[in-house]
């Protein structure tokens, strides 16, 4: 065995020790990402709410703050450069560096194919892409400067699989999973790893909202999948914290499935 190869005493306590780091949620005002971000506080993590959504990132906020960790919240919309130049700013006048970010604003629309709206096509992409290409542009440059980061992309199983009325989502997650590629190639020999979580249908604001439009595409999705239950935002966390941690060190444009088997078959 190389000198290399040994296992120094300790190695594993400290694997997946995020304390003290500072990480950037966004989305963080509601569902997934208000998870995760609570998550990343309860181990130590201090962190950066990001969110066009005010009041849902006070929640969060005041969460991690009842709980005994430390959060401050900053309005940046995703799909601008603009705003999320400001408050990168305002993050680092705040807390001096980013070494996570997690990428979790997005939304959905459902509409069969042949009626989808413009508009509500040019809102899927421009915000679950495009916004996802901005952050993990404007965040990954200062990583860049610090040779070091982890960036985490909230994908799905519809990066994967199809699934009725859900066209524009569907490509979005599907151009997540090659941007996470994209980035973690192009990043992976200087110090930052670029990988995704794909969840299964969750129990969140944004799958309740949209199955009150129509149940097609969570009827859809839940006759497929192996045992009729959602995911809770809570069981990502273990997700985001293993990919953003020492733990993780070779795993690099992964698209790690948290989809309760939902892709096996
Ligand atoms: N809910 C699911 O079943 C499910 C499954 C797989 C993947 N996902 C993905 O997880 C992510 C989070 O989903 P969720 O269920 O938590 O949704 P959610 O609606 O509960 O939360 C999304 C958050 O993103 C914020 N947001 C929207 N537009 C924004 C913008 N322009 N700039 C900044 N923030 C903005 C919203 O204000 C909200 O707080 C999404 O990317 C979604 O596609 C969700």
Same mark, same amino acid.
């Given at each position: 065995?190389?000198?290399?190869?040994?296992?120094?005493?300790?190695?594993?306590?400290?694997?997946?020790?995020?304390?003290?780091?500072?990480?950037?949620?966004?989305?963080?005002?509601?569902?997934?990402?208000?998870?995760?971000?609570?998550?990343?506080?309860?181990?130590?993590? !201090?962190?950066? =709410?990001?969110?066009?959504?005010?009041?849902?990132?006070?929640?969060?906020?005041?969460?991690?703050?009842?709980?005994?960790?430390?959060?401050?919240? $900053?309005?940046?919309?995703?799909?601008?450069?603009?705003?999320?130049?400001?408050?990168?700013?305002?993050?680092?006048?705040? $807390?001096?560096?980013?070494?996570?970010?997690?990428?979790?604003?997005?939304?959905? $629309?459902?509409?069969?194919?042949?009626?989808?709206?413009?508009?509500?096509?040019? $809102?899927?992409?421009?915000?679950? =892409?495009?916004?996802?290409?901005?952050?993990?542009?404007?965040?990954?440059?200062?990583?860049?400067?610090?040779? !070091?980061?982890?960036?985490?992309?909230?994908?799905?199983?519809?990066?994967? +699989?199809?699934?009725?009325?859900?066209?524009?989502?569907?490509?979005?997650?599907?151009?997540?999973?090659? =941007?996470? !590629?994209?980035?973690?190639?192009?990043?992976?020999? +200087?110090?930052?790893?670029?990988?995704?979580?794909?969840?299964?249908?969750?129990?969140?604001?944004?799958?309740?909202?949209?199955?009150?439009?129509?149940?097609?595409?969570?009827?859809?999705?839940?006759?497929?999948?192996? +045992?009729? +239950?959602?995911?809770?935002?809570?069981?990502?966390?273990?997700?985001?914290?293993?990919?953003?941690?020492?733990?993780?060190? =070779?795993?690099?444009?992964?698209?790690?499935?948290?989809?309760?088997?939902?892709?096996?078959?």
């Amino acid at each position: 065995m190389s000198e290399e190869d040994v296992v120094p005493a300790g190695y594993v306590a400290d694997l997946f020790n995020l304390s003290g780091q500072i990480a950037v949620v966004t989305g963080a005002g509601s569902g997934l990402g208000a998870a995760i971000a609570i998550g990343y506080a309860q181990v130590g993590v !201090k962190v950066a =709410l990001l969110d066009i959504n005010d009041a849902g990132m006070a929640q969060t906020e005041q969460k991690i703050i009842e709980q005994g960790g430390v959060a401050a919240s $900053f309005h940046a919309d995703v799909t601008s450069k603009t705003s999320l130049e400001t408050c990168a700013g305002s993050i680092l006048a705040k $807390f001096g560096r980013v070494d996570i970010l997690v990428n979790s604003a997005g939304s959905a $629309f459902r509409s069969p194919a042949e009626d989808f709206p413009e508009e509500k096509l040019d $809102f899927i992409l421009d915000l679950n =892409l495009k916004g996802t290409y901005l952050a993990g542009q404007v965040f990954g440059n200062i990583m860049l400067i610090q040779g !070091k980061g982890n960036i985490i992309n909230i994908a799905s199983i519809g990066g994967f +699989r199809a699934y009725p009325w859900a066209s524009a989502y569907l490509a979005s997650k599907g151009g997540v999973v090659q =941007l996470t !590629k994209s980035f973690a190639l192009e990043w992976g020999n +200087r110090g930052i790893r670029v990988n995704a979580i794909g969840p299964t249908l969750m129990d969140s604001p944004l799958t309740n909202k949209a199955a009150a439009s129509t149940s097609i595409t969570a009827d859809f999705i839940k006759s497929r999948m192996l +045992r009729e +239950r959602l995911g809770l935002s809570r069981e990502l966390i273990g997700a985001a914290i293993f990919l953003a941690s020492e733990a993780s060190t =070779l795993v690099n444009g992964h698209t790690l499935m948290c989809d309760d088997g939902y892709l096996i078959a």
